[in-house]
């Protein structure tokens, strides 16, 4: 076990490798002079050869790629150009936030997604399931945008159940006033897509030899479903599951812009907007290696749920 | 529907917690875009000026009620004494001006000395922290440019080295000796990059790489409380500032409204509120819906946002029967449009050159582009110096008027035919293109819409280019870029601030259209050491009137400012160069959460 | 009506599937039997025949929303109607009183419990019992059918056993509860000879020990012979003929019956030509009533070597390694041919045995050069096929084809017969124009039977033996010297089966070819090669001329091999 | 020449759709806005999209007009200069509004011009405008209706051309990566696993943050660039597995070269997953070109798309000005709707177990 994840780990690094060699190529080559939005309304090109000097970006390439490896093996990526913020700090003091609002979201959608594949494969092939999937694919065909703009408008506004939007300094005060109408939301753009899949992941299960023999010894479809179906379809699922989550941290940053949400996502926008370079350079890079690193959780996962996987 | 109790249940309790323990009144505000560094040296953007202002205390400030703006004194003891020659200041500062307590003075009250700005002011100039915001006094004052330029050779700034030009004869008065005349240092000493840090304080968090940006100790009447980065910030009132009694005078413009404000305030302790509890909310439907449910006392009217409150420049009745009230002003702000007179179609003083850009100039509707663009809240300008600046003409006559049939004629006179296609070639035949820069979101958009109309009445082939704000920056300093909207904030409220946009010497650093005019040039430099008067608004008309007579630059517009206030909130008229009046007001909630 | 003796009485029972909104097929055809109690009954059929449609019914498990049961249908057992049961009724019958296994062991247990688990459920369900009961209870079943150590399989998953202890746990946990009817659809059908005998056994033994009947369905007619006490044969929905064993195997009265009894190649005979279908069909329609089916061909063919067979293909040593990547930047070997030699004479047979895993099909791809082989040589006129360049060997490719096992698969389903006959000509440049390649795409056609409209139609549409002639008609389109015949009739059924080796034969004695016919079904090699080659493990055990192979085994494998083919008449 | 009873895999898989009524009744929906699409891109219809035929923000007819707005055109054509409503000064800028202007001694270079082709005033602005349209106008008075289809255009193609890239691109990489496998396909691997690690919101941001150029050919090479990962693994498993199918070795065996096993062989046999897969990312990246364009990565001025609509509209709809916002999505989600619904019974008709 130990073994395979050293390994698993030594794998990683060509990946990781590459996606630093495309995120310096991205920013350090085809990006714009940052100097430019450093030096302020009266910029002359002796300040600005000044702030160059000070970035480090007047090096040779392979000197600023140096300087970029030591800074990801280091976890040291400097401070923000925008707000001279430790980017460590930045991505430290963002990610409770993000995590507070996507891990309920998560879990609520995971739960119901497959609670509903489950009533809907039950009845599969029916009205209700071809129903229940159109008014899907109408949910699903609608933009997340058209989703925040009115749900906060209704809900928050008009009918007043939940903050319009904000931030508060305590763990349980977020949680429950601020986060519940983002997950609502979330819940609501991520239920349709989720509840597709699931259900699809449910009836591969469904249609399998071992379903049938289930049947003949006789059990109830409720305990075929519950158990021996789910338990199968379970594995796809975890891995949808946690692939999408280091996706869902960046994704989730409309929500996190209307609701005022101090999280990743938000602050990526922001970083972009002011073109913070270090900023979104750490993000990517800290993101790319949580996917891996969730992949090989995931596969880790793999091990506990399904026997025939040997992680070797 | 039990659940759903239950969480609201929760959430009540939970919000209801923090209530018990708030006494102090609090005013709760709006930033629509995110917060940077707290270091003056470092600030670049307005939204981070509001809270530096409120920490953080120039020498001089403004009076809060005069109209046009009146320079106060701040930590000054009274306005400089000016020499005649416009090249010596003498400033004095009030006794009795702390820093708030901070770990950096080893627990002891630190008193404000004019050393603290002499340090502020020398930090802009070190290489090591390549301050935006050194420009200020670059040039201006004996001996400090020679610092930086030491410290560049060097690669250490020596802060302990004495610098001609400031001149300490106390702890408390200081004397700056400029290299050339200048009369408007007084309004540049207002300017919050300007304000005074303390050393300690400075060298305790770390300089440049370290995280003096984060730990903010001023003489402000508020200091930082609580910050949670990009989202929320506290401040907290500063108990041990020097005691501040409101007295101010109502302007004459102000009228019936300053009037009230003055028997409302008068005679209170400054500050009245305790603490400022401010969030930033990028999103303009957020904002509006903080606001309308009661969420935000203060709320900055920008934009996109304005009809929604606003209906012909008044509040909207529904609005204005809640008691809602708006504070309206224009910002000291110039939008001009500018083509670039190095380009090679649009450039030069040739006169088939002139006439085209002129054709352009007339053949755009202002109004529209206020109308729809700016959703109304501009005021249209054609003087390139804005009302409530020193300088501004409000009779000045526009050259320039709308009028596309005529300018239509002016291009078929010099030679710009129309093809069979319906578009104008130049007049060596060569197909004429035109291309329009803006910045890459929503208004850039919309404004390049609104140039396309433009150049469809002229039947002219424009090409819109949409950049990044810092590639259309580094564009401009090369004179790359064709034509633009230009806007420019004032730095101080003076005509010197605007027409210095156009000087030839500011090539390659804010004359983005890089207009060289011999007698422009030297116009301006006689305004330049000129005090304000009517001699030296003569010379501002013939300079507005070169620039559309060559067809250089056309002004536009200047943005109003809305503010909208809760009716509990007492005392409020917004200020054009102050970023926020939080200290000058009061608010009286009956139901304080 | 009822026969207090009958266990289940099936009575004109009539289903069919729904294929769209409008059409319905009828697999169900109104059939009636009945199931003593205490006897095995044999329901016999080669596919499409309804027989487990049937059997699905019995259990309530064919997929509801498709599924239409003629109204007039009756399945009772014990007495009790089925059709017309509560979904509770029927669910608390199912694993008690009936109780079922299947063909695939492998998917019909579920991967992500232990057996152990798999088998308490039913107990816990229909006994009643506590887990500790439940679990004493299973490892008395795991050790009944015949699991070695039980105390460590019964935490096992399926997973980790072989195929043969995963049908037993099925087994197992179909027995758990005593039921009185076994419905055992072909149970052995994935497996290994040597495996489907003991698994056979244990079935007729446990029928014994636990006084159940058994309902055991099979395409193989051969396989029941030794257990069961009736016999019933189906086709294409109906009942064709049902009674005793004895009377089934006998004196067969129906004509296919007696076609499914003789189609099939036995160890004991080697006719010139195998009888087939039609041919019984036809006769029952002109002679009536024929007692003792055809009259066997007068002659018999003569298979093996003779010193004068000229030598087509030399096989030395041929190795083929595949390397598994394990550890960091490890490989693992494993040799899945080893050392093997043979030589194959022009116009002769090649037979290779072996049960999965031995190895035979790889030798056939590494001749051909579809694996790369590890080692060892395949002189073919003189040149080493095995060791020559990839560009010379294109030219030989043509010269040595092969046909596959799965008809459904190796023809490309978006081609045309037409282009798939084409093709190689194209390839190899064989005929002058595309036109003269269309004539001889006709001929072969009709050379391997089949209609010249064939030409322009989809694979898809053709039956399975109907493809394997398509599929060799693609190779004689080279005309090829040497053709591998990888197990290429053993997904066909019976009465195909003998068509597509009576066409194989009618070419050989056509074109001189050679085959090297690999396959894991001895009595089909017996019949059509001339000399056998056993495979075990990779390398061969034995290769002797058929007739002597199968007279004096010389390898204890062959023996165990020989001695697992079941028997009948 | 074909038999009338011999249908192929694609002719099977059609008869199964028509037999579905929803796949049809989507696929004509998909097909009215291809209809349309191709109609506005040839200019037969909608080529007067950008005409102000209405006056701003004209609400729908069917809401009727609004009471302000009548009220403002007039006062437009009224005056050469017109003022500013609220401006304090209007008065006095009026009075003092000579025929020639004082020159403060600069010598105007154009005046003799000017002089002879005199002042010839403002057009009415305004005038002849509607003060409604069938479904209301946008700020510059476009009619919503033609401006959505002119939308569509715009943003179909792009979720064509983006996908067809995409799915070209994984196809390619996919079918090189599964069929040649090796270090062919550990390279495909490695840069696979590059951009499936970073997640194709924050990709696409890092290359908005970029990129200097902003345009249809730039969100087009953003989404195909970023989204060619999902069919490239399909495609690869796909050639994985039929490259040991039987007809493939079968191939092999009749001397077909690799290129032909490749392309002629087994592409035809997973062309369907590239036809999904195709259809899938049409309907993302339609979806994705609204959140483009709400990071300011719009399409250029002068072309319109429902994205930078739905964009535009955003600020409208508080404002109570909800028809652009509305036809936007409705039109949206019309398409989408249709254009999953049909992917999924194409998917089910192409089931490959026909096989």
Redesign the interface.
């Known amino acids: 076990m130990f073994a395979y994840i050293v ?1 698993r780990l ?1 794998q990683m690094l ?3 490798l ?2 630093v060699l ?2 310096f190529f ?2 350090n080559w ?5 100097a ?10 002796e ?2 050869a ?2 160059r ?2 970035l480090g970006v007047d090096q040779p390439y392979y000197v600023q790629l140096w300087i970029f490896i030591q800074q990801i093996a280091s976890f040291d990526f ?2 923000s150009w ?5 980017v460590a700090n ?1 991505i430290a ?2 990610l409770g ?1 993000s995590l507070t609002v996507l891990i309920p979201l998560t879990v609520l959608e995971t739960v119901i997604g497959i609670a509903l594949a489950l009533a809907v494969a039950f009845v ?3 009205l209700t399931d ?1 129903v229940v ?2 008014a899907c ?2 949910g ?7 989703y925040i ?1 009115v749900f ?2 209704g809900l ?2 008009k009918l ?2 939940f ?8 763990f ?2 977020n949680l ?2 601020y986060s ?1 109408l983002p997950i609502v939301i979330g819940l609501a753009v991520s239920i349709a897509p989720t509840l597709r899949l699931f259900r699809s992941f449910v009836l591969d299960e469904a249609g ?3 379903v ?9 479809e409720r305990r075929v479903m519950w158990v ?1 179906v789910l ?2 379809a379970a594995i796809p699922i975890i891995t949808h599951v946690m692939s999408n989550l ?2 869902l ?3 989730a ?2 929500l996190e ?6 999280g990743i996502g ?7 907007e002011r ?1 913070d ?1 270090p900023v ?1 350079k750490a ?2 890079v800290y ?3 949580a ?2 690193l969730f992949n090989l959780l995931t596969d880790l996962m793999y091990q506990a ?4 996987v040997q992680l ?1 | 529907m039990q659940g759903f109790n239950w ?2 249940a ?2 009540l309790a ?2 209801a ?1 923090p209530a018990a323990a708030e006494p102090v009144k609090t005013l709760r505000y709006i930033l629509p875009a ?4 707290f ?1 003056p040296a ?1 600030t ?1 953007d307005l939204y981070t000026g509001h809270i530096l202002e409120a920490i953080f205390e120039t020498l001089y400030t403004y009076d809060y009620l005069a109209r046009p703006v009146k320079l106060a004194p701040g930590t000054a003891a009274a306005l400089p004494e000016v020499s005649a020659d416009g090249k010596s200041y003498l400033i004095r500062l009030k006794k009795g001006t702390y820093f708030t307590p901070d770990p950096a003075f080893g627990g002891k009250p630190r008193e404000l000395t004019v050393a603290d700005y002499v340090y502020s002011w020398k930090r802009l100039f070190d ?2 922290l ?1 301050s ?4 200020l006094l ?1 040039g201006k004052v004996v001996g400090l440019d020679a610092l930086g330029e030491q410290a ?1 050779k060097t690669g250490r700034f020596d802060y302990d080295q004495p610098v001609a030009g400031l001149e300490q004869l106390d702890p408390y008065t200081l004397r700056i000796h400029l290299t050339q005349t200048d009369f408007n240092l007084g309004m540049i000493l207002a300017y919050e990059p300007l304000a005074a840090v303390a050393r300690e304080v400075v060298e305790k968090y770390g300089d ?2 370290g ?1 003096v ?2 730990h903010p100790v001023g003489t402000g009447v508020y200091k930082l409380g ?1 910050w ?5 910030i506290v401040l907290e009132e500063n108990t041990h500032h020097r005691p501040e009694v409101w007295d101010f005078q109502p302007s004459a413009e102000g009228g019936a409204d300053d009037e009230r404000i003055v028997r409302q305030m008068k005679g209170k302790k400054i500050p009245q509120i305790g603490r400022i509890e401010i ?5 303009d ?2 904002r509006w ?2 606001f ?2 009661g ?1 935000a006392d203060l709320f900055w009217l920008d934009g996109p946002l304005a009809p929604k409150a606003l209906l012909d420049g008044k509040l909207r009745p529904e609005l204005a029967a809640r008691g809602v009230q708006l504070s309206r002003s224009i910002d000291p702000e110039l939008t001009y449009y500018y083509w670039n007179m190095r380009d090679p179609v649009l450039g030069g003083l040739a006169k088939e050159k002139i006439a085209l850009r002129r054709a352009i100039a007339m053949a755009h509707d202002v109004d529209e582009e206020i109308r729809l663009v700016l959703n109304g809240e501009a005021r249209r300008l054609n003087f390139p110096i804005p009302p409530g600046v020193v300088g501004h003409d409000p009779h000045y006559q526009p050259l320039l008027r709308y009028d596309p049939a005529l300018a239509n004629k002016l291009l078929d006179r010099y030679g710009y035919k129309k093809g069979a296609d319906g578009w104008r070639t130049l007049p060596d035949g060569k197909p004429l293109e035109i291309t329009y820069t803006s910045r890459n979101e929503a208004a850039g958009v919309l404004m390049a819409e609104l140039w396309r109309k433009t150049y469809n009445r002229l039947g002219i082939r424009m090409l819109n280019q949409r950049m ?4 259309i ?2 564009a401009e ?1 090369l004179c790359k870029i064709a034509s633009r909207t230009y806007q420019w904030l004032a ?1 101080y409220p003076d005509g010197d601030n605007f027409m210095q946009l156009f000087y030839g010497g500011n090539i ?3 004359n983005n259209g890089c207009y060289q005019d011999a007698r422009f040039d030297q116009w301006f430099e006689a305004s330049h050491r000129m005090p304000p008067g009517p001699e030296r608004d003569a010379l501002y008309r013939k300079m507005a009137r070169l620039l559309e007579a060559q067809g250089a630059a056309m002004p536009a517009y200047s943005r109003y400012r809305n503010m909208l206030a809760q009716p509990s909130v007492i005392g409020y008229k917004k200020h054009p160069i102050l970023h926020q009046e939080w200290k000058y007001i009061d608010i009286e909630r009956k139901d304080q959460k | 009506m009822m026969d207090a003796n009958n266990l289940l009485e099936v009575s004109n029972l009539r289903i069919a599937f729904r294929v769209d909104r409008k059409t319905t097929a009828e697999a169900v055809k109104g059939i009636s039997f009945v199931v003593p109690r205490n006897a095995t009954v044999a329901l016999v059929g080669e596919s499409g025949s309804g027989k487990s449609v049937s059997s699905l019914a019995v ?3 064919l997929p509801p ?1 498709t599924t239409v049961v003629d109204p007039a249908s009756s399945i009772r057992f014990d007495g009790r109607e089925i059709l017309t049961m509560s979904t509770a009724e029927r ?6 009183d009936v ?2 296994i ?1 063909q ?1 062991p492998m ?8 057996v152990g688990a798999q088998i308490a ?2 107990l816990r ?2 006994m009643g019992m506590n887990t500790a009961q439940a679990r004493r209870r299973t490892l008395e079943l795991l050790e009944e059918v015949g699991i070695p150590d039980p105390a460590v399989k019964i935490d096992a ?1 399926p ?2 056993m072989s195929g043969g202890q995963q049908q037993r746990v ?1 087994i197992a ?1 179909a027995i758990a509860c005593e039921p009185k009817l076994l419905i055992a659809d072909e149970p052995t059908t994935a497996l290994d000879v040597t495996i489907q005998k003991q698994i056979m056994e244990l079935i007729a033994r446990l029928q014994k020990r636990h006084a159940m009947a058994v309902l055991f369905i099979t395409h193989d007619l051969g396989l029941v012979a030794e257990i069961a006490d009736h016999v019933i044969v189906m086709r294409h929905g109906e009942v064709r003929e049902a009674g005793t064993a004895q009377q089934v195997f006998g004196r067969p009265a129906d004509a296919y019956t007696k076609a499914l009894l003789h189609c099939r190649p036995t160890l004991a005979a080697r006719p010139w030509r195998l009888p087939v279908i039609a041919d019984y069909i036809a006769a029952q329609a002109t002679l009536g009533d024929i007692a003792e089916g055809l009259p066997p061909h007068p002659v018999e063919r003569r298979r093996g070597s003779a010193p004068d067979d000229e030598p087509v293909l030399v096989v030395r040593n041929l190795s083929k390694s595949f390397h598994l990547r ?3 930047f490890g490989k693992r070997e494993f040799k899945a041919v080893k050392d093997v030699s043979f030589t194959l004479a022009r116009g002769k047979t090649l037979g290779v045995v072996g049960e999965s895993g031995s190895g035979k099909t790889t030798v056939g791809l590494t001749l051909l050069r579809l694996h790369q082989a590890s080692g060892g040589t395949a002189m073919f006129e003189g040149r080493d096929l095995i060791g020559m360049s990839a560009r010379e060997f294109q030219h030989y490719k043509r010269r040595i084809q092969i046909i596959f096992q799965n008809p459904y698969a190796s023809l490309n389903p978006r081609f045309t017969v037409g282009e798939i006959l084409l093709e190689p000509m194209r390839i190899h440049r064989i005929g002058a124009d595309d036109r003269e390649r269309t004539a001889a795409a006709y001929l072969l056609l009709e050379k391997v039977g089949l209609p010249a409209s064939a030409f322009q139609r989809y694979s898809h549409e053709f039956s399975g033996g109907q493809r394997q002639r398509i599929a060799i008609a693609r190779c004689l389109t080279m005309k090829p010297e040497i053709l591998v015949c990888d197990e290429s009739v053993s997904a066909l059924d019976v009465s195909v089966q003998a068509q597509v080796l009576n066409l194989l034969q009618d070419l050989q004695d056509e074109f001189g070819l050679s085959y090297i016919f690999i396959s894991h079904d001895l009595s089909v090699v017996k019949y059509i090669a001339d000399q056998v080659m056993v495979m075990h493990q990779g390398a061969v055990v034995e290769l002797a001329d058929s007739d002597q192979l199968y007279r004096d085994p010389q390898h204890a494998y062959t023996r165990a091999l020989l001695a697992a083919i079941p028997r009948h008449g | 020449m074909t038999a009338p009873a011999s249908v192929g895999l694609w002719g099977l898989a059609w008869r199964r759709l028509r037999a579905d009524r ?1 796949a049809m009744a989507s696929l004509a929906v998909v097909a009215a806005f291809l209809l349309m699409l191709l109609l506005s891109a040839t200019g037969l219809i909608v080529a007067d999209w950008e005409d102000e035929v209405g006056v701003n923000y004209a609400p729908p007819s069917f809401v009727g007009a609004a009471p302000a707005v009548p009220a403002m055109v007039p006062a437009a054509p009224a005056q050469p200069l017109p003022d500013n409503p609220f401006d304090p000064l209007a008065d006095d800028i009026r009075a003092l509004r000579a025929p020639t202007v004082d020159m403060y001694g600069v010598a105007d270079p154009l005046a003799a011009d000017l002089a002879q082709l005199g002042v010839s005033g403002v057009a009415a602005a305004g005038a002849g405008k509607l003060a409604t349209l069938p479904f209301g106008a946008d700020k510059w008075g476009h009619d919503i209706i033609k401006k959505t289809i002119k939308g569509g255009e715009t943003s179909i193609v792009v979720g064509l051309v983006s996908a067809l890239l995409a799915v070209g691109l994984g196809t390619l990489f996919g079918a090189l990566s599964g069929y040649c496998g090796g270090a062919v396909d550990d390279f495909f691997n ?2 696979y ?2 951009f ?7 990709m696409i ?8 150029q902003k345009g249809v050919v730039t969100i087009v090479l953003i989404l195909g660039l970023t989204g060619w990962t999902g069919p490239y693994r399909l495609i690869r498993a796909e050639y994985i597995k039929h490259k040991a199918r039987e007809y493939v070795l079968a191939a092999d065996a009749i001397g077909a070269s690799h290129w032909r096993r490749m392309f002629g062989h087994i592409f035809p046999n997973v062309s369907h997953v590239a036809l999904v897969q195709m259809s899938i990312l049409v ?1 993302g990246f339609i ?1 994705a070109e ?2 483009l364009s ?2 300011g990565f719009g399409v250029p001025v002068g072309v319109v798309s429902w994205g930078s609509m ?1 964009n535009e509209a ?1 600020n409208e ?2 404002l109570g000005r909800w028809w652009q ?1 509305t036809a936007a ?1 409705i039109a ?6 249709a254009f ?2 049909f992917t ?1 019974a194409l998917r089910d008709a192409l089931d490959p177990k026909v096989k």
């Open positions: 390994r030594w060509p990946t990781m590459g996606v495309l995120v991205l920013f085809v990006g714009g002079d940052p430019y939005i450093l030096a302020g309304k009266m910029a002359n090109a300040s600005i000044n702030i000097r000070q400097g401070l925008a707000t001279g913020e430790p930045i003091t963002r936030p599969r092939g029916s071809r999937m159109i694919t109408v699903m065909s609608v933009s997340i945008l058209i703009i906060q408008y928050a506004y007043g159940w903050p319009v939007q904000g931030w508060g300094g305590s349980w005060e429950l006033r519940t399998q030899d071992y049938r023999t289930a049947r003949a010894k006789g059990l109830s021996h338990r199968n280091p996706a941290l960046i994704g940053f409309l812009r209307f609701f005022g949400i101090p938000r602050e990526v926008i922001l970083a972009v073109s370079f979104i993000i990517t993101v790319a290696a996917t891996m749920v399904d026997p025939r070797t | 969480i609201a929760m959430a939970v919000a917690w995110a917060e940077a560094s270091d470092l670049r290489p090591r390549a935006p915001n050194a420009w670059e560049k440049s790489k995280d940006g984060a609580q949670i980065r990009g989202s929320r969030s930033v909310q990028l999103e439907q957020s819906l903080s309308t449910s969420e990044i704000f810092s590639d920056q580094k300093t730095d390659g650093q804010n | 259990m309530g498990l929303d669910r608390a019958m199912c694993g008690k109780a079922m299947f695939e998917s019909s247990l579920n991967p992500v419990f232990t459920e039913v369900l229909h998953y997973s980790q099925m946990m394990e550890g960091w | 929803v490695w840069f696993s590059i499936t690690a970073i997640p194709s919101v924050l941001l890092a290359v908005a943050a970029v990129l200097q309907v979806k609204v959140i709400f990071l739905l955003q709809l508080i916002l999505a949206m989600a019309m398409l989408v709707t999953s619904l999924d």
